[in-house]
């Protein structure tokens, strides 16, 4: 018993001491103290949750017709690369009127094979039998797909989905906050952020689809007509995002942001903020081809429909990385590029309702829960103490302990605590020293079996742990199991619970060890009361 090194007293030591340091910016926040705290050393802060700190609470509606709209533009360039394949089949312009994809095949003797190719970019409807695209031929040349109701409806389930996970990296990108990101329905997605109460800033964050196209200038428009927003086959109009005006583009994309791996944002030459993106293999293939083979043409940044700038392609720009420049703050460009990092939304969402959660309930709950744990602790405490004695002392140690070390790396973890995670840190103190009653009262058995104080307080530790351990494993994987497939609420609960098994453990069987070791290596006690 006596053997315990020097290498692991300066270890627990360690550990408890960055615990209770790593805590201490929690502790005193929103305090006076929290501005004395030196700006060089570690600030590590819990969050509090929705139900605790207030915040945002946004309900997201996708748009119906933006979705249909996305679809036949995917599909329109699906077919586009399809018919341009050898053989090639020669065609006319394409046509999106009427939410329907049309073309006239200019040689009649192509159009079965037009046909043929057309349906092979469509898809089975789950078990319904049905395709998400009907194709059938008009007018002996002429080539019409429609989008079945079941595939519209499936590709809207889809996007819903996508949509969800893309809001979740836009407003949580580390993965550390307790926010909610569920959907509703078949079309809606709930939002709820803690610690936000002006949505403003969220709405803008999320609301912004960040579908990044580069597409060429068609140069041979007649600008009145793209004034009064018209253009030519196989072009379009879009706005200028800066200073009026429109201009037009070609249909054809070039590269678009489903090809991006990275967007940081960064400075150019002049020190001005901007994005700096990066192409995967298959968008930097692309992007250099397009640009080698329209070297000396301006080509146009389009976000959202909206242009950022149409400057020309001096050379060719090979690698795989460009820039996005513009009128960005640093906060706009991080923003942005926050939103090209977590990918575009496929489908546009709208909010429909919107409301800020009031932090007063969460201030009630955290002094209500405060003194709940003040009070179970002093119980313990009392327990321990009168039951026995000095090894009661270590137990109390233990458990301020461990209180201070769940605190300090839910603080290092950047965790959130919810109204949940209170209850979770109050049963983790009321059952911290389980483990302790086990390894006192084991060394009482073996003292009445007569074993000598140092025979008795080695096998009373040795032997509890099996059971402190086969009982907490089985506690980690309840926790793990319930933070894996729970949500909000019941997330909060597993965390705390799973950290605080792991450091009950820590605190009652190697902390007290400790000193306990300590105690008798300078007592040298003759008897033993406990």
Do not use: C
Request: net charge positive; charged share 20%; aromatic share 6%.
């Amino acid at each position: 018993m006596l053997e315990f090194p020097r290498w692991k007293v300066w270890l627990v030591s360690l550990v408890v001491v960055l615990g209770i340091f790593f805590s201490i910016p929690s502790l005193i926040a929103g305090t006076s103290l929290n501005d004395r705290w030196p700006a060089r050393l570690p600030h590590y802060k819990i969050n509090l949750g929705l139900d605790l700190a207030g915040g945002s609470h946004l309900l997201l509606e996708a748009d119906s017709a933006d979705a249909q709209k996305q679809r036949l533009q995917a599909m329109e360039d699906s077919v586009a690369t399809e018919l341009r394949r050898t053989p090639r089949i020669d065609i006319g312009d394409m046509s999106t009127a009427g939410a329907r994809l049309t073309f006239m095949v200019r040689n009649p003797a192509q159009v079965d094979d037009a046909v043929e190719r057309m349906r092979t970019l469509t898809q089975p409807v789950a078990m319904t039998g049905s395709r998400d695209w009907d194709v059938a031929v008009m007018d002996s040349s002429r080539v019409v797909s429609t989008p079945t109701a079941s595939g519209s409806a499936q590709a809207l389930k889809n996007a819903m989905g996508v949509a969800r996970d893309v809001v979740r990296r836009r407003i949580d990108p580390g993965g550390t906050k307790e926010i909610t990101v569920i959907t509703e329905g078949g079309n809606r997605i709930l939002v709820e952020v803690p610690g936000v109460e002006n949505p403003e800033a969220l709405k803008k964050l999320i609301g912004q689809t960040a579908r990044l196209e580069f597409k060429l200038v068609d140069q041979n428009a007649d600008p009145e007509q793209v004034r009064q927003a018209r253009a030519p086959p196989g072009s379009q109009v879009l706005p200028m995002a800066e200073g009026g005006g429109f201009i037009a583009v070609k249909r054809r994309v070039m590269v678009s942001g489903e090809q991006l791996v990275d967007a940081r944002q960064g400075f150019d030459q002049d020190n001005r903020p901007d994005i700096n993106i990066t192409f995967n293999s298959a968008g930097a293939r692309r992007f250099a081809r397009a640009t080698q083979e329209n070297t000396g043409k301006p080509f146009a940044i389009i976000l959202d429909d909206k242009v950022l700038s149409a400057p020309n392609i001096n050379e060719p720009i090979l690698g795989g990385k460009a820039q996005i420049s513009g009128s960005f703050t640093v906060k706009s460009a991080n923003d942005l590029a926050v939103s090209l990092a977590s990918g575009k939304l496929p489908v546009k969402l709208n909010v429909i309702e919107e409301r800020t959660v009031s932090a007063e309930l969460g201030a009630d709950s955290i002094r209500k829960g405060v003194i709940a744990s003040i009070v179970a602790t002093l119980a313990v405490i009392l327990f321990m103490l009168v039951t026995y004695g000095r090894f009661g002392v270590y137990a109390t140690i233990a458990l301020i302990v461990n209180a201070f070390l769940i605190l300090g790396i839910m603080a290092m973890f950047n965790a959130t605590l919810t109204l949940p995670g209170i209850a979770g840190f109050i049963l983790t103190i009321g059952a911290a020293v389980d483990a302790n009653v086990l390894i006192n009262e084991r060394i009482r058995e073996e003292l009445r079996r007569g074993r000598r104080i140092l025979d008795a307080v080695e096998t009373g530790y040795r032997e509890a742990m099996r059971a402190i351990y086969d009982a907490n494993v089985t506690h980690v994987i309840s926790a793990g199991i319930m933070a894996y497939f729970g949500s909000g609420p019941v997330r909060g609960f597993a965390v705390v619970l799973i950290i605080g098994v792991v450091t009950s453990v820590f605190t009652a069987v190697y902390f007290t060890r400790m000193l306990v070791v300590l105690w008798l290596r300078r007592a040298r006690p003759r008897a033993l009361h406990i």
